[in-house]
């Protein structure tokens, strides 16, 4: 599939849609539902065996990723908003829970990850896109460590962790 260039058009979804998405340990598509592969633009047979960074959208802070494999690699869930590319260059908001998947018989072998994403509020978006931005520029210049540390220092300033940060918005 060719590179996907990035347009200024938003796609909007209802806000009692939840789009899905299985992967396994390395973020390669196993699943999606039919509203995911609706929005995103893409056949199924295109996302199934894909990594799931396929659909990264370049305005998305690296440190964002960074927080969600961490969290999902020591088998907790987390919560993110993302902003993801469509086939069509367009982009998508939501709001996502990821989480750990685990054997069925070994309840402590992580085998995958689950996410199902909402749309986000508008007053959320409000506090993200600017903070988005911000990591964004950070990164640019210095790499993720500088927008890690942007990140640390907006944390420790509110007294919380990523995941409660998230949660609070």
């Known amino acids: 599939m060719k590179k996907i260039q990035p347009t200024q058009n938003e796609k909007k979804f209802d806000n009692n849609i ?11 598509i196993s699943y999606a539902n039919r509203a ?6 893409m056949t199924e047979s295109e996302l199934v065996g894909s990594p799931h960074n396929i659909i990264r959208h370049p305005d998305m802070p690296k440190i964002i990723f960074k927080y969600l494999w961490s969290y999902l690699q020591r088998g907790e869930e987390i919560h993110a908003y993302v902003k993801n590319l469509c086939a069509d260059g367009s982009y ?4 996502a829970n990821a989480t750990p998947s685990f054997d069925a018989k ?13 749309l986000p509020t508008q007053e959320a978006l409000a506090i993200i896109i ?3 931005k911000q990591l964004l520029e950070a990164e640019k210049s210095g790499g993720m460590n500088a927008s890690e540390a942007i990140m640390n220092n907006l944390l420790k300033e509110k007294g919380v ?3 409660e940060f998230i949660l609070s918005i």
């Open 18 to 28: 939840i789009l899905v998405t299985k992967t396994d340990l390395k973020g390669v």
């Open 36 to 41: 995911f592969i609706q929005i995103v633009g």
């Open 161 to 163: 962790s990523y995941a």
């Open 106 to 118: 070994s309840r402590d072998k992580l085998i995958g990850y689950h996410s199902s994403r909402r």
């Open 130 to 132: 600017p903070l988005y």
């Open 92 to 95: 998508y908001w939501v709001m």
